[in-house]
């Protein structure tokens, strides 16, 4: 890990490596009990993330889970703690950052994140999915929204998203009624990407079909401007989040115009086609 700048922030809920150029892959690590998030997990995951955007050599990222789930959601049983130290009138920190969920459900960014869906996608682990980038899922995964079940709403950003995603009437069901689906029937809703085959139960993480499948995906990413990338994605996220077509053209061309242009890789990829050679793509400036 000598070539970044600045080391990654310390992680007790997750394990961090990069298996390729350019990648990064996050690893939900608490299998036992279905990937569920601490509070503490999350803020580490803020960090994490921030570092990434803030690292010129990375240029995509992957989160995927250990064991059998993506993300089951919240540990509940920290999540009942902390409503009893309320109940005494103690002071409570916020269990989750302002990015959301596993610092993922709110997330603006700059860079793309892709889940590499291969489990139990449920709680926090659907309101993660249904704000990332690219998603592809294992033919047995499931997705969910279950908090009605247990009292508590999804306020992590995920039923606006998923109204805009996958239509009213669907989000709907999914939120009031707390059914499952799966990664099928996400992949024709318009919710995930790909569906792979499932694993074998004893693969290794990287030799899972989905998440090779996803690293497929980051290497046809980085393989690209990595300026394209940043703002190609910051163009389909305003449009997503203002929901006004003309209104996110005007912000992208007043706010990364100028900077595309003044980059070194618009000129090198212009210069590469007329030379008819592969672009020397150079780390990303913004």
């Not at 690893?27 to 503490?40: D, E, Y």
């Not at 682990?125 to 709403?153: C, H, Q, T, W, Y």
């Not at 039923?159 to 499952?180: N, V």
């Not at 994605?233 to 203002?242: F, K, L, S, T």
């Amino acid at each position: 890990m000598s070539q970044f700048k600045r080391q990654p922030p310390p992680q007790s809920y997750a394990v961090v490596s990069f298996p390729a150029p350019h990648v990064m892959l996050v690893i939900f690590n608490r299998p036992k009990a279905l990937n569920s998030m601490t509070s503490s997990g999350q803020y580490e995951l803020e960090s994490l993330f921030a570092w990434y955007d803030n690292e010129p050599t990375l240029r995509c990222a992957i989160v995927t889970g250990a064991g059998r789930a993506f993300c089951a959601g919240m540990d509940l049983k920290e999540w009942n703690a902390s409503n009893a130290r309320r109940a005494r009138g103690e002071l409570e920190p916020p269990m989750m950052p302002r990015s959301g969920f596993g610092a993922l459900s709110r997330r603006h960014g700059k860079k793309p994140v892709i889940a590499a869906v291969n489990g139990l996608a449920f709680g926090g682990g659907m309101e993660i999915v249904a704000n990332l980038d690219l998603v592809v899922a294992a033919r047995s995964a499931k997705f969910a929204l279950p908090e009605a079940k247990r009292g508590v709403v999804a306020m992590a950003g995920s039923l606006p998203r998923l109204a805009r995603t996958i239509g009213r009437p669907r989000a709907t069901e999914m939120a009031l009624t707390g059914k499952s689906i799966t990664a099928d029937e996400a992949r024709e809703w318009g919710l995930i990407n790909a569906v792979t085959d499932d694993a074998a139960g004893d693969a290794e993480v990287l030799e899972r079909p989905v998440v090779k499948a996803a690293l497929e995906l980051a290497a046809s990413i980085v393989d690209n401007s990595p300026d394209s990338v940043i703002i190609s994605r910051a163009g389909i996220v305003a449009g997503y989040e203002d929901g006004s077509s003309e209104n996110a053209s005007r912000l992208l061309s007043e706010n990364w115009g100028s900077a595309l242009d003044d980059g070194q890789n618009l000129h090198e990829g212009v210069l590469a086609f007329a030379e008819k050679r592969p672009p020397r793509w150079v780390d990303s400036k913004l």
